[in-house]
């Protein structure tokens, strides 16, 4: 930092002499407020107020362009950190130059940024951002939250020092973002390489489907051993009806014939009435033989069919196997 040689006020007196080489258009209200300014500056820097400093120089210089009001802008960048703008801005007074017949505090000032320029330099640190791997060629970078262009990439970038967070944005891959501390005039290279997001997991229902019975054989089989059971019953009834029947209608016959052979002794209509008897006996015998088989076959086949297995709502289920090894399990369904 600069040692400032001349008074405040000299240097205020030189900025308000200076108007007719500095702009003809400026009025006299803005001279006199930019010297205002400038001093207010200068009193921010002694007291090392540089945030303050910076505000009062650049709104003198927006006032009246003279290269002391940069000057003093630069050194409170300088104070402030912000090495590579009090670089720049001791370069713009000397690209800028002097005006014609300058007063000696703009000489003075120009000589002192082009010292100031040659000191600053070496303390400047860089650092080279490289962005490698697939998203290269899409990413974007930024530090401390601004944007890098692609040409300033893979070379040296002047940047203050300190701590910045270097950040690589790629369409389909994940933010990568370091944080990096450089001292003054150092040199750092900081490679950067996103990695492709993962898959996202598919959505979980909030509400999944109770478990269901899968349709399988075991409930066919007791489908059909229900109806075949309710057949056996039907002909069980069937078949007891027609032993009543067939009972009573001898009863009736036994009681009206003396002879000890009803088919031989009875009256024609009584014979015809035992031999009805007699078929619906015979009636009532294959109907308890068929419905004690239908409802035999019933059984066996309700007690015989497989227990129905848990699936879940996709239809797939899981089979538990226990082994000498361990257990284990086979999951098996459709989509």
């Not at 203050?160 to 933010?175: K, L, T």
């Not at 086949?301 to 848990?310: D, R, V, Y």
């Amino acid at each position: 930092m600069r040692k400032r040689s001349p008074s405040a006020s000299a240097l205020a007196l030189a900025l308000c002499l200076a108007s007719s080489g500095v702009s003809a258009q400026v009025s006299d209200f803005d001279r006199a407020t930019a010297r205002t300014l400038w001093q207010e500056g200068h009193q921010a820097l002694d007291k090392k107020d540089f945030a303050a400093a910076a505000d009062h120089f650049e709104r003198a210089y927006a006032l009246v362009h003279a290269p002391t009001a940069l000057l003093g802008l630069a050194e409170a960048q300088a104070g402030l950190g912000k090495l590579v703008n009090a670089l720049e801005t001791y370069n713009r007074i000397l690209r800028e130059g002097l005006p014609p017949h300058p007063p000696s505090a703009f000489v003075k000032a120009v000589e002192s940024a082009r010292q100031e320029f040659d000191a600053l330099a070496p303390r400047i640190p860089y650092v080279t951002i490289q962005v490698m791997g697939p998203g290269a060629s899409g990413a974007t970078v930024t530090v401390d939250d601004i944007a890098v262009p692609s040409a300033a990439l893979g070379v040296k970038r002047a940047i203050d020092p300190g701590s910045h967070r270097i950040r690589a944005d790629a369409p389909g891959f994940g933010p990568i973002e370091v944080t990096v501390t450089i001292a003054e005039g150092k040199t750092e290279a900081v490679v950067l390489e996103p990695k492709p997001r993962a898959a996202a997991a598919p959505p979980v229902a909030e509400n999944p489907a109770p478990p269901r019975e899968a349709p399988s054989d075991g409930k066919t089989r007791r489908v059909i051993a229900g109806v075949v059971g309710g057949v056996g019953v039907a002909g069980i009834v069937v078949g007891s009806v027609l032993g009543a029947l067939a009972r009573s209608a001898r009863d009736e016959v036994s009681a009206r014939c003396a002879s000890a052979s009803p088919r031989t002794g009875c009256l024609p209509s009584d014979q015809g009435l035992w031999q009805g008897a007699g078929r619906m006996a015979d009636g009532s015998t294959a109907s308890f033989i068929f419905g004690g088989a239908a409802v035999a076959t019933g059984l066996v086949l309700w007690f015989t069919a497989p227990a129905a297995k848990q699936v879940g709502p996709s239809g797939w289920r899981f089979t538990p196997v226990v082994g000498r090894g361990g257990a284990a399990g086979v999951l098996e369904g459709s989509y």
